[in-house]
DNA sequence: ATAAAAATATGATATATGTCATATAAATTC
DNA sequence: GAATTTATATGACATATATCATATTTTTAT
């Protein structure tokens, strides 16, 4: 079992507040789990009792919507915590976690967490700031998908993409989606998301080559987006 | 100044963990202030440095989209507490709060509400429970809006409606939204929204008299909204 | 009470987006 | 490496929804 005093990803998250005994006492009652992509880390409506503490890759947070589509409310990757809410709130999680890449990811007990919680005040607000932070921006997606049109969507999600996750050498996207996980993410039709990636192509704000996608005009992009 | 001891809608909010000591120090800085329909009680961007309590009356919180148009991301009424996340989060509000009746609402500063944050436990779990159940639903609408069509989603918010605020004696709805309103919460454009109506209408699902709406097939209203 | 303004209603039309069909390209399996 | 499956791409068409125009009703102001 690795020792959770030395690892870099807890600097990134709410865990950044436990002193060197709460690590030591972490360490003891984590377990650590390697998941493939495409696994799923938990399904709606599951009792979770715990939270995940991604070391590292990414997942898609997902909710089934009742015409059956799967729709991606969130990405999530290394340094982040999963079932927060569900923990507080003392429910099942509303959304399912699935790995976009091979993943590792360590799991921390809800009695564990919740000690923390109530003795290390710093922790606990970290955890409020974070879920709050999540509420304003489940807030401004809800009214994006409202109010703006799919190709604002996609040029936005394009471009948020490009700001979270960066590029590789060839200045391509890093995170790498299919076409059917773009739409789901922007709430549109597959056949309409890739219309509207080969329309972007066309006008010279995006590149695609084979799955990968290259923004080439970062500006013209955003004016889309509004 | 009234006294909160007594103030009967403490016991909806999170405020109902005060106990008599800190509910005296409360009513000996909160400040009460009557805003009439129409009113705005803060604006998007704003720093409000407190919380407000509402005593009596509905409001809605608003965000305005890029376009231009207003969204209605929630109502919010007698006994719940506006400005909390904004609070912890320690920034300026991220959505308008405008009364949609005359209503009564304490203010109370912020430095007292963090005071009553860090020493009784029970106060901070009740506003992170809140926050936490605001998040489940902001996701669940985030979902309802890109994936739902808009007759779907009217259906649904009429039903809303009918569940959050009930009926008068008369069965119709006891809130009342313009056209205008109820569009800018399913995120349609005003006459596709009266035009639903007039749909619904016409099926019998509901009765339209003026402004006055009466849901008469809540099944089938239920079915419609998957 | 009357005039003016705003809200509601409906028609006509344009546009965005979804659906279904089919072709091609890429990935996976044997 | 060929065969099969899956993902991407594009066309044709249907449908939902937005927009603009105009009529009617309701509310507000004088």
Redesign the pocket.
């Known amino acids: 079992m690795s020792k959770c005093e030395q690892c870099i990803v807890r600097e990134f998250s709410s865990l950044k507040a436990l002193n060197k005994d709460e690590l030591v006492k972490l360490a003891g009652c984590k377990t650590s789990r390697i998941i493939r992509k495409g696994e799923v880390i938990f399904e709606e409506g599951e009792n979770v009792n715990g939270i995940f503490c991604i070391k590292d890759g990414v997942c898609k947070l997902t909710k089934l919507s009742p015409n059956g589509k799967d729709h991606i409310v969130k990405l999530v990757s290394k340094g982040e915590l999963l079932g927060q809410r569900s923990m507080i709130s003392d429910e099942p999680v509303n959304l399912s976690a699935v790995a976009l890449e091979d993943m590792e990811v360590c799991f921390i007990p809800k009695t564990e967490v919740m000690g923390f919680f109530d003795k290390n005040n710093q922790f606990s607000m970290n955890v409020m700031k974070t879920i709050c932070g999540d509420l304003k921006e489940a807030d401004s997606h809800t009214v994006n998908m409202a109010q703006k049109?799919?190709?604002e969507r996609l040029a936005e999600t394009l471009l948020h993409l490009h700001d979270t996750f960066g590029k590789n050498e060839d200045d391509s996207l890093k995170i790498q989606l299919?076409?059917?996980e773009l739409a789901s993410m922007i709430?549109?039709?597959?056949?309409?998301?890739?219309?509207l990636?080969?329309d972007f192509?066309k006008l010279g704000l995006i590149k695609?080559v084979?799955?990968k996608i290259t923004i080439t005009d970062i500006s013209k992009l955003k004016k889309i987006s509004e």
């Open positions: 049109t799919v190709k299919s076409r059917d709430g549109t039709a597959t056949e309409s998301c890739i219309r990636l080969s192509n695609l084979g799955k």
